[in-house]
Antibody
Framework: QVQLQESGPGLVKPSETLSLTCSVS????????WSWIRQPAGKGLEWTGR???????NYNPSLRSRITMSVDTSKNQFSLKLTSVTAADTAVYYC????????????WGQGILVTVSS | SYELTQPPSVSVSPGQTASITCSGD??????ACWYQQKPGQSPVLVIY???KRPSGIPERFSGSTSGNTATLTISGTQAMDEADYYC?????????FGGGTKLTVL
């Protein structure tokens, strides 16, 4: 059974860096693309970007200047860093696996609420 | 930027068929996926590659496309199907989601 678990601070100050980690069990992080998708309260889903073990990354153009994703194969984890955050970055952040068809996201973490506030 | 347009809300009576549309200029060239999200829960993939159902998704969920519009159809809608539904597609190497449709089962 594939499971994803987000972890990180639930509160980040404006202008600082948001850092989240996703721990993956039941699947090798080397075998799939992995993404972060966020959802502000009461709003829709927004894809932030994806990464693959061989260093390939794709980011949402609206976040490209502030976002970095990376992987730690020894821990079967991947991470998100978002710099210079504002209140607009407040959201539930989900880590997700891109399915083997390459088109959808078949496994989601439970989500972690990150609030940007002083 | 590429956009996917969904109706904000759809209502259906129990046992009837619900149809949720998703329109986008490039949908004719790209596969659509659909997700169901219930309050307080993570989204669940219900349709991928336009019309394929993941394991465990009931047969009453189906997907289709025509031109630049993808449609999620729920046959014999049940109360448990009341949820928000999102379409999703790829634009080159980036992902776009529709704004979501709240399905109400009256």
């Amino acid at each position: 059974q594939v499971q994803l678990q987000e972890s990180g601070p639930g509160l980040v100050k404006p202008s600082e860096t948001l850092s989240l980690t996703c721990s993956v069990s039941g699947a090798s992080i080397s075998s799939y693309y992995w993404s972060w998708i966020r959802q502000p309260a009461g709003k829709g889903l927004e894809w932030t970007g994806r990464m693959y073990i061989r260093g390939s990354t794709n980011y949402n153009p609206s976040l490209r200047s502030r976002i970095t994703m990376s992987v730690d194969t020894s821990k079967n984890q991947f991470s998100l860093k978002l710099t210079s955050v504002t209140a607009a970055d407040t959201a539930v952040y989900y880590c997700v696996r891109q399915d083997s068809s390459g088109y959808g996201f078949d496994y989601w973490g439970q989500g972690i609420l990150v609030t940007v506030s002083s | 930027s590429y956009e996917l347009t969904q109706p904000p809300s759809v209502s259906v009576s129990p046992g009837q068929t619900a149809s949720i549309t998703c329109s986008g200029d490039k949908l004719g060239d790209n596969y659509a996926c659909w997700y169901q999200q219930k309050p307080g829960q993570s989204p669940v993939l219900v349709i991928y590659q336009d019309n394929k159902r993941p394991s465990g998704i009931p047969e009453r969920f189906s997907g289709s496309t025509s031109g630049n519009t993808a449609t999620l159809t729920i046959s014999g809608t049940q109360a448990m199907d009341e949820a928000d539904y999102y379409c999703q597609a790829w634009d080159s190497s980036t992902v776009v989601f529709g704004g979501g449709t709240k399905l109400t089962v009256l």
